[in-house]
């Protein structure tokens, strides 16, 4: 497995025809980074599960270039899901519609819908178009993390987390830190209105003003596949405790309004809900590395961004990872 930091044109033609070959290659993206391979290529997408150790039912987002992609994948696009790919992409939202033939039940876990994803990061799209100039119809691509662990939001979180299961041949492409940091907001488009299933930079009032339709949140605890709701055990090693003060010893993250009591480790002081997002699991990362036990988060009030802080921070403690 090689990295290539900050890569030239010809290292991002490089990865573009690894992929073709049916080798993987970790990307960044504005949100986490993803492992990806060919969405098309059985055999390349059956190392994706490997590498992560993650189950085959699980479905993958498949990453394309731009809107005028989406007919590949897709069929009977509602009229809403096409307003919202309008006004969202590139950025960190996944659609979820009625697939077409292209779409094969390995990427989908056997389901009708595909997910779908144009991320708004310059090295991801410059490898997507690549990619396409030698054929290539999309980027499968979960984040490039083991199943239940944290996302990672630089490559050398990646490296961390995936080296040892990369082959030779596979690559990461460095891209600096994600700049949102939390996954993108996945909605259901297969219904009448849209159903938020994976909070997000893209929220619920963002969804409403654009579509004009009132949205609907996922009420199926049970449902594995649906995004966030999985019962992985997850995550960082050490244990996450939500909105109680940390004592002497433990890790601790919230805004930095909210002083650090004494002899506590602070791992992160976000100025702002944004910066929240991005630092969050980079702090649990740097936990573990220091060896912490446990981790007490202060969760940030409001809705927005903070909702999807909340959502992933309360997985944290529940032992409930976003895969
Ligand atoms: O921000 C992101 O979405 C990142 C970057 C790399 O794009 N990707 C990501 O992928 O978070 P992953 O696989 O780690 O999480 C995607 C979630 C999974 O829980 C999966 O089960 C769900 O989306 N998902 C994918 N396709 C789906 C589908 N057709 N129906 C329902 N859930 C789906
Ligand atoms: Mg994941």
Redesign the pocket.
Known sequence: MEIFSNPTQHEIKKAAKALKDGHLVAFP???????GADATNENAVAHIYSAKG?PTD????V?ISSINQLDKWTIDVPRYAIELAREFWPG?M?L?LK?SELAKDF???G?D???L?V?DQSVALNLLNEFEELGGFGIA?????RFGAV?PTTSESVEQELGSFLQIEDLILDGGQSE?G???S?I?CTKDSPIL??P?AITSDMIENITGLKVQFNQNKNE???????ESHYSPKAKVVIDETAEPGEGFIALANIPTPTGVIRLASPENIEEYARVLYGALRAGDQKGLKKIKIIQPKGDGLALAIRDRSGKAASGKG??
């Open positions: 993206t504005e949100t986490v980074y993803g492992l993650r699980h479905p993958l987002i990453h960190p996944t979820i697939r990427i989908t876990g389901q819908n595909v997910g994803r991320p691509a979960p984040s490039a993390n996302s949102v939390v996954e993108s996945i259901d299933l994976r997000g594995i596949r649906a995004s966030g709701l999985l976003s895969v």
